[in-house]
């Protein structure tokens, strides 16, 4: 099953379990109850799946879901994700980003004829 880039939001997300989780009958895997409810925690298909895990281990996360998330890389994570790289030596090794693109501000047509006709 795969969701279209028009659903959800972007991601990953961190998996935080819920203190009330832990309580789960000894009989019963904590993780079989989770992934018996849900959609499958991983979508190994996704573009940005190899993305999702240098995200992951740049934030130092023990885990991270695909649920929900649209198939789109949340730039404020990357951004994050960057600035761990900068205080963690093996993150950086083993984590890298594409490098951010800097904006070029481009007048616009009509305002550069008005200076060239000194309106």
Known sequence: MTQSATTG???????????????????????????????????????????????????????????GCSGEINETLVWRARQSTKKDSVAKAICTFAPVQKFVRVEPIADSKEKASGS
């Open 9 to 67: 939001t972007p991601g990953p997300f961190e998996v935080r379990l819920e203190p009330h989780l832990h309580a789960q009958p000894s009989d019963q895997p904590l993780s079989a109850s989770i992934e018996s409810d849900h959609p499958p925690r991983r979508r190994y298909e996704c573009g940005q799946y190899d993305e999702c895990l240098k995200l992951a281990a740049a934030l130092n996360w023990d885990s991270f879901t695909c649920r």
